[in-house]
C-alpha cells in the first residue's frame, strides 16, 4: 500500500510543481524562511523539492537555529525574512497580536485554505502540521495487566496507583504542551497565580513530586522510560510515536510493541498545537518578489506537498485533503482525539491555546522562581507554603 501511496503522491507532486511554476512569474529571488520545523533532513528536502518548483530558498537547520524561541527571535531580530512557519498557536497569537516589533504579517488567503478548517488566521496565517501531546500506558506486566484508564483530566495521573513519568525540566516545547495539558481544569481568569487555581499549581506540584524521572538524554520525551518498563503511566508527542514503536525493540528487553499500550482514556482530551505558514511583510520587498513569495507559500502548504512532507517525515497534515491523500479513511487513533486547545476558556473570550499565549511567560516563571521539575533527586524542592506565596512576585522572571 505503501509503495502504491509514494506513486500516486509522485504523481500529484510533478502536476503541482508543474501548476505552480507555470503559474509563478519567473524570479531569481531568494526567498528567506525561518522555521523550527528545520531539522537537516526537513532543510534538505524542502530546499531540493523548493528548487524542482522553480523556486530558490534560504532556511537555516536546526545547527544554526534550534527551537521556536529561536525561531521567531531570530526572524525579529534579522528583519530579512520573507516566509515563517512551524511554531504553534502560543508563538502564532504573539505575532498576530504584534508582539514582536519587526514581525508583521502580509495579507494573504490560499487557495486551499479552506482545507485546513478550524487551524487558520483567517487573511494571515494557515496549519501545516498538527501535534499533539498523548498520555500513554502500558497494559502489560509492566504496566496495569490489563486494566484500562480512564480519567477526567489530565492532571488526574496524580491519583493513579501506578508509577508515571514527569519530564525533568520546565523548559521546551513538549514540556510546555504536556504542562498545558496538565493546567487545563484548572483555569480561573481571576486567579493571581497565572490565571490558575491554586489546586491546579498544588497538582502541577504533586505530579513532579510523585513522577519517576531521569537526567539521562533518552529519558527526556517520556517514551523510553515507557518502552524500559520503568513507569505504567507516560507523556509523549504524537509525531513519530509509531515509528518509536516500530523501533521498541532494538532499545529494550521487553518493549513496547503492537497489543501492549494504549492511550489513557481521558474526558477533556488532548492539547493539540498546529504548525502554520505566515508571510512576512518584509521591508523593500517589490510586488515582484512578494508574489514569489506567495507562490512559494501557495505550493508549499497545498494537499500534493503537504502530503509528501507528512509521508516523508512521519508527520499528520492540517489540510484535510492531504491527510486524505495520505490515510485515505482510516486516520490514526491519536489524530481522532478531541482537541480542548481550540475550546474557550470560562469567564472569556478566549480559546485555551490563546489563554496559554497570554499566560505562558507567568507560568514559566512561576515554576522557575518555586523550582518544580528539579532533575536531582538528591535536590529535591520543599513544597510551598501554598496559601502564603506573593504571585506578584512569582509571576515575574527570576532576577
Sequence with gaps: MKKYLALILAVCMIFTLCATSAAAAPSDYTIRIYSNSNSTERTTWLINEAAKAGFTISIDDNSVISGDTAAVQAANENKDGDIIFGLNETRWGQIIDGV????????????????????????????????????????????TNGEELHFSHWADVIDATYPWYRQNKVGGTTNANINSAMLYAFTDPTSEAGGISIDGWKALWAYCADGVYSSDDSYKYGFEPLNQGDVAISSYYSSSLYGKIDAAAETSDHPIGEDNWAIVDIDDGTYYIAEYLGILDKAGRTDEQTETVKAFAEWFGSAEVQAAWSEEFDSFPCNSAAAELVYGDEIPEIYTIKNFALSTVEGTDMTYAAYVAAHSSEWTNIMTNLGFYWADSSASVAEPDWENLDWATLTQAAA
Design 100 to 143: 514582536y516589533e519587526n514581525l508583521s504579517l502580509t495579507e494573504w488567503t490560499p487557495s486551499w485554505a479552506e482545507e485546513v478548517g478550524e487551524y487558520a488566521y483567517d487573511g494571515a496565517a494557515y496549519g501545516l502540521v498538527i501535534q499533539n501531546v498523548l498520555m500513554l500506558y502500558r497494559t502489560d506486566e509492566y504496566g
